[in-house]
């Protein structure tokens, strides 16, 4: 049979039963599994191209010493490749190494003591995170009754640490800071006020160190935390012995005492928010209380710094139960291991010193000073 009339029934053939195939219909019908491997494909392919450009970036700015940049992209590398694990790894140590060419000596020399107990990632961490302010005379750093929060590194000058005693109506000095000394120990690891005012003599050089930054560095270097607060109990010892108690702790006998709470805080208007908070009373004086409490953000945590609560508890005396509901006001607040705050409050209207020892005899707890 000739081949060209075979050739030509076959397309009648196909023409008849009306099943035509266009070059794309077959090539869909040869190729089903590899495109389906090209679109699983596609979103790693994506996420390679993305994790590789953020990671020339961090380097491109690492080399510009654009180092507020490249930790943005660093960031963002977290952000959006979390488990390249590696990445982020070398991108921190790419950065860490270019800065530790860029600190300077000089800069930590009068702190040494406390940069050896640093790792390097440490070390750098806590250097950038430090600000530089220059003080004139008699210009404030901080004053008392104000909370900013800041760690103070003295390098150079004179400034006088002092605090107004209202008893007697006069400021009292309690040390003169000069370089290598700090200030501000009690207002950055507890969320309360000043009391003392520091005041430049003579031009001053200081490095300080914001709560905000110091929060964020410990994300990644928390043994930081216990080493800088070592640090500071010994450094504060030369003036620490001579600075006032505050007043709200010195002006009546405290007592332990183990009692649950309820604490609930006054709004901006002076209206009882809903919302409870189970507290833990550890001690109790005719001037106020103290509390523990867990669960509580850092945010929250500065939110109810002197602010108004109401806070109430019973206890037991024979076979009675007794009520306690006082309107105070939050005076400070300290950082503890494991997510607890202690809690120090001021009653607006102090308690009957007979009724508070009758509180601690039957919590059974002795006192106190």
Not at 74 to 79: A, T
Request: charged share 30%; glycine share 4%; proline share 3%.
């Amino acid at each position: 049979m000739n081949t060209d009339n075979l050739s030509e029934k076959k397309k009648k053939i196909i023409h008849l039963y009306g099943q035509p195939s266009s070059d794309n219909q077959l090539e869909k019908k040869k190729k089903p599994s590899s495109l389906r491997r090209l679109d699983e494909s596609g979103p790693k392919k994506n996420s390679d191209v993305v994790l590789k450009k953020l990671f020339d970036g961090i380097v491109h700015y690492v080399k510009q010493n654009d180092f507020k940049k490249a930790e943005q992209l660093r960031e963002k590398l977290i952000v959006v490749a979390p488990t390249a694990d590696r990445a982020i790894a070398r991108s921190r140590e790419i950065i860490d190494q270019k800065k530790i060419a860029h600190m300077n000596p000089e800069k930590i020399r009068l702190w040494a003591d406390l940069f050896n107990q640093f790792t390097n990632r440490e070390a750098v961490a806590f250097y950038f995170a430090l600000k530089d302010v220059i003080v004139k005379p008699h210009q404030p750093v901080f004053q008392q009754g104000n909370c900013d929060n800041r760690l103070y590194f003295i390098k150079s000058g004179s400034l006088k640490l002092k605090y107004y005693d209202y008893d007697v109506r006069k400021n009292v000095l309690i040390a003169t800071l000069r370089k290598g000394d700090i200030a501000g120990v009690e207002t950055f690891f507890m969320l309360t006020n000043h009391t003392t005012n520091l005041i430049a003599t003579e031009e001053s050089k200081i490095s300080y160190l914001e709560k905000s930054a110091y929060q964020k560095i410990l994300a990644e270097n928390y043994e930081i935390e216990s080493k800088l607060c070592k640090y500071c109990e010994t450094r504060q010892i030369n003036y620490q012995q001579n600075e006032p108690a505050a007043p709200s702790r010195r002006a009546h006998e405290r007592y332990k005492t183990e009692l649950t709470g309820r604490v609930q805080r006054f709004d901006q208007n002076g209206k009882l928010i809903e919302a409870i908070t189970e507290v833990k009373i550890i001690d109790i004086s005719a001037g106020g209380i103290g509390y523990r409490v867990k669960n509580l953000k850092i945010g929250e945590a500065s939110f109810l710094h002197n602010s108004r609560i109401f806070i109430s508890a019973s206890y037991q005396k024979y076979s009675l139960s007794y009520e306690l509901k006082k309107t105070a006001k939050v005076v400070s607040l300290k950082f503890l291991p494991f997510g607890e705050y202690s809690v120090h409050v001021q009653f607006e209207e102090p308690m009957n010193e007979d009724r508070v020892i009758d509180i601690a005899q039957h919590t059974d707890v002795t006192a106190y000073i």
